[in-house]
């Protein structure tokens, strides 16, 4: 915060929505002055209009510098603790041990695990580190765990990965919406308020979810399918809607290529079928298919047939009023969105599950029109900025693709390298923290706590602790960090200044409000202090430093961020930042895309013919039950921040096992009991809380903490094979009293 400013407007350091806030110095309050901020709602940011969560309003907790690592950690030898060390001591023996490792083993053994909470700035250095410095094509980051199925099915369909097409306050005005595998009441509070007052509009909502969540509350139909069968149950309600005359034929004939492939497929998905396999009632697929394609003559948002003819006029990209409604089959007029999160991606067929969630909508004409569209709710801070700008190992900025000849020409010259000096594409996040200790050697990790968050997560600490070098870039001393040779104290969210983008493709000002504690160095330093030491000195480290280059990287890339800047971002329309793509000075930003054309070659969306057989686990006689697994409200990620604030953790303590009445029974589990979940990979223990919320052949395990009730110990890491996702959502298990 400068001196004269009483207050920074900024944002979140947590989830997606990038809630803005206002932070306040608490001088003379009774924090005792460890907390110097206060954190409230910034009233005039159009995501969360004033609201925070839990998790936000509590977030100046972050900045005590009791919680945090204040110095660089040092490991003299394998065997040694870790010891407190200066800057100069921890980068020169980095980099010592970097140069060693590629000396002995080549370039592609040294690798980079990073994150999609990471600010652009961030992000996009270590994208270019690894190319331009250490010269490997081996990074990768935690939104592969997070984003990629999604990212893959809109790839696939639409030609470009925007999480949301359109802006979040949309949702308020769309007569139908089916949400699947969310749980955004908890996950994302503030953006529930969208969704009540779609339903005070006379909309109606659908959510998709083996577990009567807080979401799931506030919806008109709820099904609960067994975890991992979505693909099956999309394709019974594309079914329907194919046996009931309810798809826009006119639409699918002016807007999409594939349909005949695609009908073709679920016509052996019939309702009764997809009972059988996803225990889901068959009225109710029939009803949930009527329902979303607006053809049970009840409801709707106000806004069907064109009624709501401001709707193009809200949006930046030449709309058109209301033109984009088809009339198809008389029915399709009614607006509507699909929007998916992890429940139906993180699993072993989550980019099919997620193009069969799409068929769906393009099929029923709901796409490419205003209030029309399919979105999935991206997850980190930056999870969509994250994977935009060459931090995912087929990746370069701009959201070029790392094998195309022109992008690395274009990316070559502004890092001033020769395009044939960029090393190819590397490996997905699992298969990269599973050739820990073989082919990689050395590997260096910011903004990621895999050793909770990656699934199978004894096989992965194993692999960590197998590598000849870990360095650790955190805020605080993660159980990853705790396993490092090095670990670097890095600045964070309000420490420093820095780029996000939202769920939404707006990109946001996080802006600094508070000097960082002593011998605290951003990320960004210490990259630049490696580069210097492996040869490369001139390495950018100051954000707008960085974010100017980045703008011209992307430059004619798909996510076009070469109309930006820190003055224009800092200036649009007090801080709400601008949509990508953003071409020029000039360019107003696009809020809402694909309401001309979709984003490929033929402008047509495609439907993806995709297989429907469930990929799960398949339980047996010794592993009869299912997990999932996900989140609760009061906790983030791997905990390493959350369990480090108090009021959070006395919301949620620890690991808990969820489970139906009726398997508590079966399993001889009353509440409140140690539970013993066992997979084929290991088990996990933690107290049963036991309600009829939850499918009776399946338990839930939130996975924010580390120790016995480490719910990665349990899923595995069979990964999708279109997006490397990894399948953190179904696993065969046994179920038990611990004794
Ligand atoms: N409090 C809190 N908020 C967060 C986070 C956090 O850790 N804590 N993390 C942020 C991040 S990075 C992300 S990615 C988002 C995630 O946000 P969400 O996707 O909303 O969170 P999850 O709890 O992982 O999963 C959502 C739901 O999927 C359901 N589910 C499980 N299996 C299946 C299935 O087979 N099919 C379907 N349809 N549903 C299934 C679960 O029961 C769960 O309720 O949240 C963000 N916000
Ligand atoms: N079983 C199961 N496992 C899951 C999931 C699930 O649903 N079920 N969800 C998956 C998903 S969607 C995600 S996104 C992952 C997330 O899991 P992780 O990748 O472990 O994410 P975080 O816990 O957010 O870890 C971020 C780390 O970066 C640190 N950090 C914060 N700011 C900075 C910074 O500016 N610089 C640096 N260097 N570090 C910083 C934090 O202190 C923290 O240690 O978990 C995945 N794992
Ligand atoms: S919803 Fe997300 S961005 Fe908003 S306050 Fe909560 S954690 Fe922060
Ligand atoms: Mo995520």
Redesign the pocket.
């Known amino acids: 915060m400068d001196a004269s400013a009483a207050v920074t407007r900024t944002h979140c350091p947590?989830?997606?929505l990038q809630c803005g806030m206002e932070l306040r110095s608490e001088t003379g309050s009774n924090s005792g002055g460890a907390v110097p901020l206060r954190a409230d709602g910034w009233d005039a940011f159009p995501v969360n209009k004033g609201a925070l969560c839990q998790?936000g309003a509590t977030a100046t907790e972050l900045l005590n510098p009791a919680a945090r690592l204040t110095t660089p950690l040092l490991r003299r030898s394998r065997d040694a603790e870790l010891e407190t060390a200066t800057w100069d001591e921890a980068l020169d023996f980095a980099a010592s041990r970097i140069c060693d490792l590629a000396a002995a083993h080549g370039r592609d053994a040294v690798g980079i695990f990073g994150g999609?909470g990471l600010t652009h700035e961030k992000a996009y250095s270590l994208g270019k580190f690894a190319r331009v410095v250490l010269q490997t094509p081996h990074i990768d980051y935690n939104g592969r765990f997070?984003m990629s199925a999604a990212a893959a099915a809109s790839q696939r369909a639409f030609g470009v990965d925007r999480g949301l097409p359109f802006p979040l306050a949309d949702v308020a005005h769309t007569d139908v919406i089916l949400l699947?595998?969310?749980?955004?009441a908890?996950?994302?509070p503030p953006a529930l308020r969208y969704f009540t007052a779609q339903r005070e509009n006379g909309g109606r909502l659908i959510v998709?979810?083996?577990?009567r969540?807080r979401?799931a509350e506030q919806a008109d139909l709820h099904l609960q399918?067994v975890?991992?069968?979505?693909a099956a149950l999309a394709a019974g309600l594309l079914h329907v809607l194919i046996a009931e005359h309810l798809v826009d034929e006119e639409f699918i004939a002016a807007r999409t290529s594939g349909f005949e492939e695609v009908r073709a497929e679920v016509l052996r998905w019939w309702p009764e079928r997809v009972e059988a396999v996803c225990g889901v009632p068959a009225p109710d697929v029939r009803a949930a298919a009527r329902m979303f394609a607006g053809a049970d003559n009840e409801g709707g948002a106000g806004n069907g047939a064109g009624a709501k003819n401001g709707a193009g006029a809200k949006n930046g990209a030449g709309a058109r009023n209301g033109a984009g409604v088809h009339n198809g089959a008389g029915i399709t007029a009614s607006t509507g969105m699909v929007l998916t999160?992890?429940?139906?991606e993180?699993?072993a067929d989550g980019a099919d599950a997620v193009n069969a969630w799409i068929n769906l909508a393009l099929a029923a004409g709901k796409a490419g029109r205003p209030y029309c569209g399919y979105g999935a709710?991206t997850?980190?801070g930056n999870?969509q900025g994250g994977r935009e700008h060459g931090q995912k190992a087929d990746q370069l900025p701009g959201y070029r693709k790392i094998t195309d000849p022109a992008a690395r020409d274009h990316v070559a010259k502004v890092w001033g390298v020769p395009a044939d000096s960029l090393p190819g594409p590397g490996r997905p996040a699992v298969e990269l923290l599973a050739a820990c200790g073989s082919d990689i050697k050395a590997l260096l990790v910011a903004g990621s706590n895999p050793v909770v968050s990656a699934p199978d997560a004894s096989f992965v600490s194993a692999r960590l602790a197998a590598l000849d070098f870990l360095a650790v870039c955190d805020v605080v001393l993660s159980e990853t960090a705790a396993l490092a040779d090095v670990v670097f104290p890095v600045t964070q969210w309000a420490e420093e200044s820095g780029t996000m983008t939202n769920l939404e493709g707006r990109v946001l000002l996080r802006r600094q409000a508070i000097a960082p504690p002593d011998g605290v160095r951003s990320d960004l330093d210490v990259l630049g202090g490696l580069a210097e030491r492996l040869g490369r000195p001139g390495f950018l480290t100051s954000p707008p430093e960085v974010f100017a280059e980045l703008a011209r990287a992307s430059a004619g890339g798909v996510a076009d961020y070469s109309g930006l800047s820190y003055e224009r971002l800092d200036a649009s329309s007090e801080g709400a930042g601008l949509h990508w793509p953003c071409p020029a000075p000039e360019h107003p930003g696009t809020p809402r895309m694909f309401l001309e054309a979709f984003g490929t070659p033929d402008g047509r969306a495609r439907f993806v013919a995709v297989g429907h057989e469930p990929a799960v686990e398949e339980p047996s006689a010794d592993f009869p039950y299912r997990l999932?697994?996900?989140?609760?409200?009061?906790?983030?990620?791997s905990g390493a921040q959350t369990r480090r604030v108090r009021s959070l953790n006395s919301a949620e303590p620890g690991a808990f096992v969820q489970l139906h009445p009726d398997l508590a029974a079966a399993v001889g589990v009353s509440e409140g009991d140690a539970v013993r979940v066992t997979s084929r990979r290991g088990s996990a223990v933690a107290p049963a809380r036991i309600n009829d919320l939850i499918r009776p052949d399946t338990v839930?395990m939130p996975f924010?903490w580390a120790g016995a009730g480490r719910a990665n110990s349990v899923t595995r890491r069979t990964t999708d094979p279109v997006s490397g996702m990894p399948a953190f959502?179904?696993a065969a298990v046994r179920v038990e009293v611990e004794r």
């Open positions: 947590y989830c997606a998790k999609g997070c699947v595998g969310s749980n955004l908890d996950t994302m998709v979810d083996p577990r969540t979401t399918p975890p991992g069968t979505d999160a992890r429940g139906t993180q699993q709710i997850g980190q999870g999932t697994t996900g989140r609760v409200l009061a906790q983030y990620q839930f924010h959502k179904t």
